[in-house]
Every structure is written in C-alpha cells, then in structure tokens.
C-alpha cells in the first residue's frame, strides 16, 4: 500500500511541475516591433493605367507609438484632365495629409495585423488651367455648339484646400516586415480657395468637388515595408 501511495504522490509532484512550466510559458509576453512603416498608394499607378487623363503619386507612412497607436501621413501629387459637357480644364498640385491611426484588432501572438480607423487632416497646393467652356444659350431652335474656345490657357495658381479625413481599413502582414493594406477615406471639405469666376472642380488629395457639397470619398491600396527600430 505504501508504495501505491509513494508512486501516486510522485505522479502529483511530475503533474505539478509540469503545469508551472506551462503557466510559465504560456504567460511569456510576446515582443512587439517598433518602427517606421514606409510604402506606396499603388491605386495611383493603376488609375493611370485605366486613364490617360490622370497622373497621381502618393507615399504613405506610419510610425508606432503605443501597442496600438500610431501616427501616420500620405505625402502626393495629382494630375488630373475634365472634359465635361459645360467646361474643360486641368488641375494640378501636391497634398499632405497627417493625423493618427489606432488598431481594433487583437493580434494572436506572433502576429501584426491591423484592423486601423484613422483620422487625417488634409491640405493642398494646386493651380487650375482652364480650357474652354460652354455658354447656356436657351434662344436657339436647333443643336449649336456653344463651346468656346480659349485662345491661350487661361491658368490659376496659388489655389488650395483644407479638409478632414475619416479612414477605415486595415493592414495584413504578408511576410516579415512586407504589409499590404486597404483604406476607405471619407472626406469633409473645411474650405478651399477658389480661382476668380471659376471654381474648384478638383482638388488633389481630396478628389472630385461637388457643387453644395463638402463631402467625398477615395480608396487606396497600399505596399509598405517596416523599418524595425527597437523592441518592446
């Protein structure tokens, strides 16, 4: 009998090593990188693809801070040709946006994915060049071209525009380091500088500009590689 009781109590003790080792284990915290996240919108280079009209460029980065918190800035340029119905014009310039994003997603360990809302606040520098434009003629009984044709460019520069961004989107580490990431932006237009007798049709950054409308929207789609600085 006692050595039933010997054997049973020296199963307990090996049981009970064994589950500190794991409690020790599994409660081990996992390391997280810290750095600067650098990358490219590549929707920009698709756009030109499908638009000869068009020519854009922007670099995108983010810094961490906290486990979740991060500060971010897309730095771009946009070229962009309208031929509409009642005018024609380019407008071309650069923009900067910066602000914050935060990660909603909880990483297995091991992990880097973000699930990010972001908050931007946008500026621009642009000059537009108008090329022509209809007159609305209401006296005519058959179909006239009314467009009119500027004998020189007519062009606006030191124009600009101010806006606020809310981003939603996330970020999906495909190999060490190498991120791919996708970004809904919704935009509210806070002011713009518009040309004399024209208006802003267009604003690099922000995109299309409604009349009586402050709002928009945008998408990009982001390559981007982390410069590990430290470990936390």
Not at 1 to 18: A, D, E, G
């Amino acid at each position: 009998m006692l050595k039933y009781y010997i054997n049973f109590y020296f199963l307990l003790f090996c049981v009970s090593i064994w589950a500190q080792n794991e409690v020790k284990t599994d409660s081990l915290t996992t390391e997280i990188r810290y750095g600067i996240r650098l990358g490219i919108d590549m929707s920009k280079p698709l756009r030109m693809l499908l638009d000869p009209d068009y020519k854009g460029l922007e670099l995108v980065s983010d810094y961490r801070l906290t486990r979740n918190l991060y500060i971010a800035a897309e730095l771009g340029s946009e070229t962009k040709k309208i031929d509409q119905d009642a005018v024609n014009f380019e407008t071309s310039g650069t923009y900067l946006k910066l602000g914050v994003d935060y990660n909603v997603y909880d990483n297995w360990a091991g992990m880097d994915n973000l699930i990010v809302v972001g908050f931007r606040y946008g500026f621009s520098q642009h000059s537009q060049t108008l090329l022509g434009y209809n007159v609305l003629n209401n006296d005519h009984y058959w179909e006239e071209d009314d467009r009119l044709t500027i004998p020189s460019p007519n062009r606006f520069d030191g124009l600009n525009g101010h806006w606020i961004e809310l981003q939603l989107g996330f970020k999906a580490e495909l190999f060490r380091n190498f991120y791919m990431g996708v970004s809904l932006q919704m935009h509210r237009l806070l002011s713009d500088k518009d040309p004399e007798n024209f208006e802003n049709l267009f604003i690099p950054g922000f995109n299309k500009v409604l009349t009586d409308n402050p709002y928009g929207a945008g998408l990009n789609y982001t390559i981007s590689y982390q410069l590990p600085i430290y470990k936390k």
